[in-house]
C-alpha cells in the first residue's frame, strides 16, 4: 500500500478527530504520532537498509502539507522529525537509524538559544572534554517535542576546532537535560515547544555528527533545505484546509430574508477568490522549489530561501481573509478558522525569521554570503 493511503487513513481514524482538542487543551498529540510511527510515516525519510521507506523530501513535504491541513501541530513535530533525520541519514549512528525507519523514535532540533536567540548558526552553548567524555551545557529557547521526542540534534560550540557550531546527538532521557515549563502557546498548541536546559549533560565523543566545527555547514546544506521547504509545506497546507473550510461555509450558510446563501454576495465571493490565487500561488512555489532541487537547477538554493518566507506571509494573509469572509462565525472554535488563524503565525517568528530570510534572498541576490563571518 502507498505511503499516501496509508497516511490518508491515519489522518481520518486519528488525526483529524482529535485536532480541536489538541489545540483546546495544549495536548501534546502522542497517539497521533504512535499511529504515524506504526504506519510506517515516520520512516519515510529512512533509507531501506536500516527499514525506512527511501522517500525523499517531496514525500515528506506532501506528509507535512496533509497533516497541517488537519492538526498543524502533529505536523510540526513530525516536520521537525524529518529534519532531524535529514542529519541523522547522513551522520547518525545505525542503530537509531534503524529505529526510526521502523518508526519507533522520534527525533528533534534543538538549535535555537537564549543568548542568540533567532540566530540559530550562533550557538553559546558548549561542549567541554570531561573525564573521557563530552558536557554539554546550553539553555535552549526552542524545542519542538521538547521532553517528548526520543533524541535532539544538538548544536554546541565546537570543542577545539575552528567554526561557529559543533552537532550532536543526544537522548532526550540523559541525566542534566530539563524542560522548565510546558508551551503554553498562541499557536501550534500541541507541539510542545518549550526550553531545553543541559547542565552537564555527558555524551560519549562518539556522539558528535559530523566534525568538529562543521556543524553550520551541515545545518546549511542538509538541515535548512528540508526545513525550509517542509515549513512551506505546512504553511500551504493550513491555507488549503481554511480555504475548503471558508468555502463549505458561504456555501451552506443563508441569509433567509434575502433567500440567498453568502456564496451568492459578490464581496463574500471576491474575498474567497482571493484566498484561493494567494493559496495557489505559494503551492506553486512550493512545487517548484521541490523541483529546482530535485534537478539540481541553479537558482535552488534562492527557491529554497524564498519558498518558507514566502508561504508563512500568505499563510497569514489567507487565514487573516478567512476571518473577514466568514464573519463573525469564524471566531468561534468549532468552525476551525480561527484555529488555522493562530496557527499560521508561528512560521513568520521561526528561526530562520521571515525578515531574516528576506535578508538572506537579498544577499544571494547580490552575490554575498548568506551570513556574515560568525565568530568562532
Not at 247 to 268: F, I, K, M, N, W
Not at 295 to 311: I, M, P, S, T, Y
Request: contains cysteine; glycine residues 10%.
Amino acid at each position: 500500500m502507498d505511503y499516501q493511503t496509508v497516511l490518508a487513513r491515519v489522518v481520518d481514524d486519528v488525526i483529524a478527530p482529535d485536532a480541536a482538542a489538541v489545540d483546546r487543551y495544549g495536548a501534546y498529540p502522542r497517539a497521533q504520532l504512535d499511529a504515524l510511527g506504526q504506519a510506517g510515516i515516520l520512516g519515510l525519510a529512512s533509507s531501506p537498509d536500516v527499514g525506512g521507506s527511501g522517500h525523499g523530501l517531496d514525500a515528506a513535504a506532501y506528509v507535512v502539507e496533509e497533516l497541517a491541513r488537519h492538526c498543524a501541530s502533529t505536523a510540526m513535530v513530525v516536520m521537525m522529525h524529518f529534519s532531524g533525520t535529514a542529519v541523522l541519514e547522513a551522520q547518525g549512528p545505525r542503530d537509531v537509524r534503524e529505529a526510526i525507519g521502523a518508526g519507533r523514535h522520534l527525533t528533534t532540533l534543538a538549535f535555537s538559544e537564549a543568548g542568540s536567540r533567532s540566530h540559530f548558526w550562533a550557538p553559546l552553548g558548549t561542549a567541554t572534554q570531561q573525564n573521557g567524555a563530552v558536557r554539554l551545557d546550553a539553555q535552549k529557547s526552542w524545542v519542538t517535542a521538547a521532553g517528548e521526542a526520543d533524541s535532539y540534534v544538538w548544536s554546541s560550540r565546537p570543542i577545539a576546532a575552528t567554526g561557529p557550531m559543533t552537532l550532536w546527538l543526544v537522548p532526550s532521557d540523559k541525566p542534566g537535560l530539563r524542560v522548565p515549563a510546558p508551551f503554553d502557546g498562541l499557536g501550534l498548541r500541541g507541539n510542545a515547544s518549550s526550553p531545553v536546559m543541559a547542565e552537564g549533560v555527558e555524551v560519549p565523543a562518539s556522539a558528535m555528527l559530523g566534525a568538529d566545527g562543521a556543524g553550520l555547514e551541515i545545518a546549511l546544506t542538509v538541515v535548512l533545505p528540508w526545513f525550509l521547504v517542509l515549513n512551506a509545506a505546512a504553511s500551504v497546507g493550513l491555507m488549503r484546509s481554511v480555504t475548503d473550510e471558508a468555502t463549505a461555509h458561504l456555501a451552506r450558510t443563508e441569509l433567509v430574508h434575502l433567500d440567498q446563501t453568502l456564496a451568492q454576495q459578490p464581496l463574500s465571493r471576491a474575498g474567497l477568490g482571493r484566498m484561493r490565487v494567494t493559496t495557489d500561488q505559494a503551492g506553486a512555489l512550493l512545487s517548484d522549489a521541490l523541483e529546482a532541487l530535485a534537478a539540481g537547477r541553479e537558482d535552488a538554493q534562492l527557491r529554497v530561501l524564498e519558498v518558507k518566507a514566502a508561504a508563512g506571509e500568505a499563510a497569514i494573509d489567507v487565514t487573516d481573509l478567512a476571518m473577514q469572509v466568514c464573519g463573525g462565525a469564524a471566531f468561534r472554535k468549532e468552525l476551525g478558522i480561527e484555529r488555522r488563524f493562530r496557527d499560521a503565525r508561528a512560521a513568520r517568528v521561526m528561526a530562520p525569521t521571515t525578515d531574516a530570510l528576506n535578508d538572506f534572498i537579498g544577499r544571494a541576490l547580490c552575490g554575498l554570503p548568506l551570513l556574515d563571518e560568525v565568530p568562532a
